[in-house]
């Protein structure tokens, strides 16, 4: 059938920001269905709040809107633009929501919009648990003994009867939010609690635990003629119990036979056609009892999903593209396969190779929070890995998560040993355990219960782990007690760590095994000395009969040529890489998503790929991240799904010889593979690793500021506690501390008085002698500016100076910022400008650069200089309607910045907010108050014509709309006392009622305001904890001083969080929330794309 | 490990490590892209003469299981691997792999570069193969290649064929009752007699058809017309089988005599030499179809089925290439009157079915039956029941 002809203009949605369960797969699959549009010719109308994504790149639509995800948005969307049809699959469970939301209202009809990808009868069907249920049993299949209920008595009553463990699953959610495993009636009663407030209809299922069952996924896919094919099946590691998002997958399956593949794909096939998906991708979750084989239906997604993004990449089905294709009408016979070219899109792929997909966590920036792994997703990112063998692929994934192992490394200091008896039972103990209790380092736990003699049978016992996968595992570790025997054996004493570059003859083939079983010349040297550093990477000559090779990945198994090259390494014969004589450039991804390091880089190595491309330069990327556009093998010529370690990176380069390489796009991972990559003579492109170094070395860094005469606060570094105590009282308290070693904020902190270092140093337990501890005046009270520039060794442009709303000593990442400034006045902004310019030339910036400043009473200090991309590009050049990431890349290619036509600051009328989202209730995080550690895992933009309706936009977008009235809680410091008054005024006169905890209420009405004292939590009940809990309040400002008021009051905050109510840790951000709230009481909501925001900007560069 | 080498008649040499039995086997080297079902691959009897190359890497691991045979024994010459599992991990295995490879006393070769060997075969076409554990000298073992008889014109029939008639009545096994699909029409009464004609079958035919109420009766491929009229069928079933339908003159002539006679299901070796019998000619696939992916359109419907397939040999199209005709429906005249080209492959165009428009026939080149592979294409037995039913072609 060919595309349909009745529609013209089509309104997608996206997924808003980055939150756990949500990340950039729907930016990926976004992308794919915009340009599957666009290319047949249809119009786009985009919404997605999220700015650091590729679809929200004004030239992907016809319309962007980078608006709250609201229904009141949608609808003056639809009033201006009149969209014919909607496709609702595309933007995760965010997009689904919001289209029964909109359906709901009635504006479909209202707008005689057409739903294209899956009806409102299908969505439903599937995401209401009692619904899904019920049609399961029609088409007779199993699904687990379960009820839905809507409060606590019905959940008691449910749970006599369904009995523990038991599922607590709220409707309507991503990445299982609000899910959890009940064991006892305690913690049943607890989770119910808190899946009702998750669930956004408050309904709730109750569901027997399968726990231990094997889980299985299959990726469907339906066209309007109901052929159905499944794109690929994935099995987890992790048994059920365990959310597949945290869960450490394999696709194909491993442990199926055909009978009972062909069974789920049977009911895969009758599940999409029961719950009437007409087109596109479905994902559908089993469980099986591993010792019957009976078969369960867990859920599906009626949309393509996290598992669909890494089925795309699992085996080059590019899933949403087609997944849209289907939607406007085409059937799957009719999409060729771009890989093979000769055959079609309805097929089912076949792998020749083996994924494994590791998620990655962040829990250290988190504390007190349970790491135990359950049924709501936990992890940030994750990282795929493509290798011959199960043994290779896991080998490869465990270094692609960058968290510093490059193997199976003991946790208990066992490396190299196998079967080992002499444990002492307190090593014992806590190995079973790290089994028995799912948690990001359970693969290691079991590797180290082999290493102790644990057998398979009882590692399955513990942990119901398949008996294949432990055995798998176990012939790693017995590998690596080989290794060391043999390799002491051999070389006795006289090892060196440079033995792996010129081995006898008679180990060569032991270290062809290790190669072959996927093992790091890091890991193998590290088993030797207890050392990895230094690389040999003996590099395999395309010609030799084995070694390291790079294969495609051909959705065909070999079957038909592939003509994509879209590879990864592993140990064979014949290489199938091909380089092309081009002139080329390789781009270095930024790896698993992880805080810190997200979305908004990938965005910048995409950008950077296209940039090439225009520039007519082969571009070649590598990347381990399956939910990135940057690995869509679309982005660019040629596609290295490859670890980002200094030995896989080197493996590509000797092959390929690019002409450069790029490292300032993806953050931290290919920044620090600068220097080691620049030590093997690898030229980078743009500013020079030198600079990097004097920007990232203290040292050099403080004699940079100086040599220029500019401001940076006062600092020292300690190695000794007293040299600590000592150093920050010349200082003057309160003082930033962190550790040496650590990058992105980690263990950083505000400290207040002597008493509180002392507990700092107790609690992190650094070494002093050893990673000093870096002391910085904390200035107090400063404003903090972001800057984004580029230049390109004549000229440095300012793209844009972001004012932060909340002061400085909050992470730049979590903190909401204004473009352009609301309060700096021009005097500081041209010392700003003037400042970064100096900075540019002086480190000779080719490029992009990030400068972070601090002004404080007119006086301009410089924080930090990241001669990089930076995490604010994508909204600069959101906002500005100009590529940053794009001219940076063709600067770096030796364009000029005025042949770009990008020569001056633009200006513009507009003003846009970024505000950061946090995973706290996702975590179940004790306290919320923000500081200098990063913890946000996303952010969005709101952008309009005043300041207070953008912050308004970029509140609802974060999804705490500022209430328009209602009461106002305010618990402030002393110092923020005269400043609240102000605030507290405003809000009365807003129509709010007012109440206070003891002290600040007593000033308010000192000062004439009628305000209700509320007790603290210490002064009885009803407390302000009770108040909003039971939502009898619309807004809370709490902002505190030393750590022990902050202890005292992190429970009005979590209260505040996890019962939904908007709250502002800084006056800054209240004061912003009451200019917000004038603004919406002062004019009503507008819309405007930003195609339509950028033809105002002046001085944009040539197209 | 010990090692071990395949030459190829080309003299391309792969070396490996032994897998299986110790030994030395020669056979033609096709490769399968399933990637599930390696036992139902090895014991069908299809692969006689065959060395299975499979591309998915890692097999073996949830061993075997006896209810998973298609047939009493291996019938592959050899079987390549990249990594085959020590292990076996599911609920239904009995054994593993390595252990049935060499209680069936197969020899194969693991740990070689596969995705280079399906590669090799996919640009220079399938030809003879030698694995050996013994002799690991790579001229020597080509030179045995070159010498090893190809497989056009052979009748490979005879070997597995059954040697004596037996009734089948075993369908889908109980014990997997939980783990098939309720697909079957059949109230657990038999209502046509069936008369099947053993090319080499799989076992998933005679079970399919059971499902779908069918009284099964087995023959030698050597049986005569005569005879087989004698049985007094309500249909006929011409199974799979190996080879060169070329290499069967005798059952071209027996099928010939049938036709028009009783309802007629042919299947793979079944569909080309009643293809032959109808006079459309048969040629060899540069590397056949093996797998379990394969997407054929059914011509009537428009509908895509995933199928499963095994087979070198094609009947001829007048128009072979899909880019030629479209996937329009197809009629010819032929010898035995005027047939319809039912289905196609999607990936090349190759004829995957048809059937008589004068007289009762269906004949399908892939696997209805699956097993392994994707049940899309049940719907076939339906067709043949309703063909004995209605006494009329569907």
């Not at chain 1, 190669?515 to 690389?535: I, P, T």
């Not at chain 1, 997200?598 to 950008?607: A, L, M, Q, S």
């Amino acid at each position: 059938m060919p595309r349909r002809t009745d529609i013209h203009r089509i309104f997608l949605i996206g997924s808003g920001p980055i939150v756990i369960g949500q990340a950039c797969e729907f930016d990926y699959s976004g992308t794919q269905a915009c340009r599957a549009l666009k290319e047949e010719g249809y119009e786009v109308v985009l919404l997605n709040s999220n700015p650091a994504t590729i679809m929200t790149d004004p030239d992907l639509a016809d319309r962007t809107y980078v608006e709250p995800m609201t229904v009141e948005v949608v609808e003056a969307i639809f009033e201006r633009d009149r969209p014919d049809a909607l496709l609702p699959t595309m933007g995760g469970q965010t997009a689904l929501n919001l289209t029964v939301q909109l359906a709901k209202h009635g504006l479909l009809e209202k707008y005689g919009i057409t739903l294209i990808g899956a009806s409102y009868e299908s969505i439903q069907k599937a995401e209401d648990r009692e619904l899904f249920k019920q049609a399961m049993e029609r088409i007779g299949l199993k699904v687990a003994s379960s009820g839905s209920i809507r409060s606590k008595e019905e959940a008691i009553q449910l749970i006599e009867r369904i009995g523990f463990p038991a599922i607590v699953r709220p409707s309507f959610t991503l990445g299982g939010a609000g899910g959890n495993i009940a064991y006892n009636r305690e913690e049943f009663e607890q989770f119910i609690d808190w899946a009702l407030v998750t669930s956004p209809v408050g309904q709730v299922l109750v569901e027997q635990s399968l726990l231990g069952w094997k889980e299985y996924e299959l990726e469907v896919m339906r066209d309007t003629k109901d052929n159905v094919v499944i794109i690929c099946p994935i099995e987890n590691l992790d048994p059920m119990g365990v959310h597949t998002g945290d869960s450490i997958t394999v696709a194909p399956a491993m442990t199926l036979s055909d009978k009972e593949y062909q069974y789920m794909r049977n009911a895969a096939l009758k599940i999409i056609r029961e719950i009437g998906v007409d087109t596109g991708g479905s994902n559908i979750q089993f469980a099986l009892n591993p010792a019957n084989g009976e078969l369960t239906v867990i859920e599906m997604n009626p949309r393509v999903s996290r598992s669909s993004a890494l089925a795309s990449k699992a085996t080059g089905f590019p899933i949403a593209k087609i997944a849209a294709k289907l939607a406007i009408g085409y059937t799957l016979d009719e999409i060729p396969n771009d890989i093979t070219r000769v055959t079609k899109a309805s097929f089912e792929p076949t792998i020749d190779y083996v994924v494994v997909k590791i998620p990655r966590f962040t829990f250290e920036k988190f504390q007190g929070v349970d790491r135990t792994l359950t049924t709501h997703m936990k992890s940030v990112g994750e990282a795929m890995a493509l290798g011959q063998t199960f043994k290779e692929a896991l080998q490869k994934a465990i270094r692609s998560l960058e968290t510093d192992r490059y193997g199976l490394v003991s946790l208990h200091g066992l490396d190299g040993m196998i079967g080992e008896s002499a444990i002492p039972p307190a090593t014992l103990e806590r190995i079973q355990a790290g089994i028995r209790t799912p948690t990001s380092d359970r693969l290691w736990h079991i590797a180290d219960g082999l290493r102790i003699g644990l057998s398979v049978k009882d590692i399955f016992e513990l942990s119901s782990v398949d008996p294949w996968f432990v055995h798998e595992i176990r012939d790693l570790v017995e590998f690596e007690a080989r290794w060391v025997r043999e390799m002491r054996h051999d070389l006795g004493k006289t090892f060196s760590p440079s033995i792996l570059s010129n081995l006898p003859p008679n180990l060569c083939e032991l270290y062809e095994t290790a190669k072959r079983l996927g093992f790091s010349d890091h890991r193998l040297r590290q088993l030797l000395s207890g050392e990895g550093e230094g690389v040999s990477c003996r590099n395999t000559s395309p010609g030799a009969e084995n070694g390291m090779v790079f294969k495609r990945v051909d959705t065909c198994g070999a079957e038909f040529e592939a003509h994509t090259p879209y590879l990864y390494s592993t140990f064979g014969s014949v290489c199938e890489s091909n380089p092309t004589s081009r002139k080329k450039v390789m781009i270095l991804g930024g790896g698993p998503n992880r805080i810190g390091q997200g979305i908004e880089f990938d965005y910048c190595c995409v950008h950077a790929a296209m940039a090439l491309r225009e520039l007519g330069i082969e571009t070649i990327m590598v990347n381990c991240n399956p939910e990135t556009v940057s690995t869509d093998y679309d982005v660019s010529d040629r596609l290295y799904f490859e670890p980002l370690t200094k030995e896989d990176v080197l493996r590509i380069i000797y092959r390929e010889q690019p002409d450069g390489v790029v490292v300032q796009f993806g953050g931290q991972t290919p920044l620090k593979l600068a220097v080691p990559l620049a030590g093997e003579g690898v030229p980078i492109l743009g500013t020079q690793p030198d600079s990097i170094d004097r920007a990232e070395d203290r040292k050099r860094f403080s004699e940079l500021i100086a040599a220029l005469d500019l401001l940076q606060p006062e600092n020292g570094s300690a190695r000794a506690a007293h040299e600590a105590h000592i150093i920050a009282v010349n200082i003057g308290y309160p003082v930033m501390v962190r550790p040496s070693y650590v990058l992105g904020g980690r263990a950083m902190k505000i400290i207040y008085d002597a008493d509180a270092l002392d507990r700092y140093l107790d609690e992190t337990g650094i070494n002093l002698s050893k990673h000093p501890l870096l002391i910085d005046d904390y200035l107090e009270d400063a404003i903090e500016v972001d800057v984004d520039a580029i230049a390109d060794g004549e000229m440095t442009v300012v793209a844009g100076i972001m004012e932060h709303v909340e002061m400085a000593g909050i992470h730049s990442g979590d903190s909401a910022c204004s473009l352009p400034p609301n309060s700096l006045d021009q005097a500081t902004i041209r010392k700003i400008e003037r400042q970064t310019i100096r900075l540019a030339q002086e480190l000779g910036v080719i490029g992009l650069m990030n400068i972070q400043f601090a002004v404080q009473e007119g006086r301009v200090y410089i924080l930090e200089v990241n001669p990089r991309a930076s995490r604010t590009v994508p909204f600069v050049s959101k906002t500005i309607g100009a590529p940053l990431a794009k001219l940076a890349m063709k600067v770096m290619m030796g364009n000029k910045l005025a042949d770009l036509g990008f020569i001056k600051r633009p200006s513009f009328s507009h003003i846009s907010i970024k505000e950061a989202v946090f995973p706290f209730t996702k975590l179940g995080v004790s306290d919320v108050l923000l500081g200098p550690e990063m913890r946000s895992t996303g952010e969005v933009m709101g952008i309009d014509q005043t300041f207070g309706w953008a912050f308004a936009k970029s509140q609802a977008s974060a999804g705490m709309p500022i209430p328009l009235f209602g009461v106002a809680l305010l618990s402030v410091k002393d110092g923020d006392k005269p400043a609240t008054l102000e605030l507290a005024k405003r809000l009365q006169k807003l129509g709010f009622s007012l109440q206070g905890t003891k002290g600040t209420a007593a000033y308010l009405s000192e000062h004439g305001l009628e305000v209700t004292t509320v007790n603290k939590i210490k002064e009885g009940r009803p407390h302000i904890v009770d108040f909003i809990k039971n939502k009898d309040i619309a807004l809370v400002v709490n902002t505190v001083g030393g750590s022990s008021s902050q202890d005292d009051s992190a429970p009005i905050r979590k209260a505040a969080v996890f019962g939904g109510v908007p709250y502002f840790t800084t006056l800054q951000a209240a004061q912003a929330a009451v200019l917000g709230i004038e603004a919406m009481k002062r004019s009503p909501l507008q819309v405007q794309s930003l195609q339509e925001f950028h033809r105002l900007v002046s001085a944009q560069p040539k197209p | 490990m010990k090692r071990a080498l395949l030459a190829l008649a080309d003299g391309t040499v792969f070396s490996g490590e032994a897998l299986g039995l110790e030994g030395e086997t020669t056979g033609e080297v096709v490769f399968n892209t399933a990637m599930t079902g390696y036992q139902e691959i090895l014991t069908d009897p299809s692969y006689k003469g065959q060395i299975v190359l499979m591309t998915a890497t890692q097999i073996g691991n949830y061993g075997v299981a006896t209810q998973d045979a298609e047939s009493r024994k291996i019938w592959a010459e050899g079987f390549i691997v990249r990594e085959a599992s020590r292990q076996k991990s599911n609920w239904r295995a009995s054994q593993t792999l390595s252990d049935y490879l060499q209680e069936h006393h197969i020899v194969g070769i693991q740990n070689l570069d596969t995705r280079a060997l399906t590669a090799h075969i996919r640009g220079q076409g399938s030809q003879m193969g030698v694995i050996s554990h013994l002799d690991l000298d790579p001229a020597s073992l080509t030179q045995k290649a070159k010498a090893s008889p190809p497989i056009v014109g052979r009748d490979l029939v005879k070997e597995v064929t059954c040697e004596t008639p037996y009734d089948w009545e075993e369908g889908t096994l109980p014990l997997l009752d939980s783990v098939l699909p309720p697909n079957s029409s059949a109230n657990g009464q038999s209502t046509f007699r069936v008369v099947v004609i053993d090319f080499g079958v799989k076992q998933n035919i005679l079970r399919s058809l059971i499902d779908h109420g069918c009284q099964v009766h087995v023959v030698p491929a050597s049986t005569t017309a005569e005879t087989i009229r004698r049985l007094q069928p309500d249909g006929l079933v011409f199974s799979n089988g190996p080879g060169d339908p070329e290499g069967v003159p005798y059952a071209v002539k027996t099928v010939q005599s049938l036709i028009g006679w009783k309802p007629i299901l042919g299947i793979c070796l079944g569909h080309q030499i009643l293809g032959l019998a109808h006079g459309l000619p048969t040629h060899k696939l540069k590397f056949g179809h093996h797998g379990g992916n394969h997407p054929v359109m059914d011509l009537r419907t428009r509908k895509i089925e995933i199928t499963s397939q095994n087979h070198n040999f094609a009947v001829d199209l007048p128009h072979q290439k899909l880019y030629e005709v479209g996937m329009d429906l197809q009629r010819m005249t032929t010898k035995m009157g005027e047939v319809e080209v039912t289905h196609r492959s999607l990936n090349d165009g190759c004829c995957e079915g048809f059937r008589g428009l004068e007289h009762p026939v269906l004949s399908v080149q892939y696997h209805p039956e699956a097993s392994p592979g994707p049940h899309d294409s049940r719907y076939i037995f339906a067709q043949f029941t309703t063909m004995m039913r209605e006494g009329l072609h569907v």
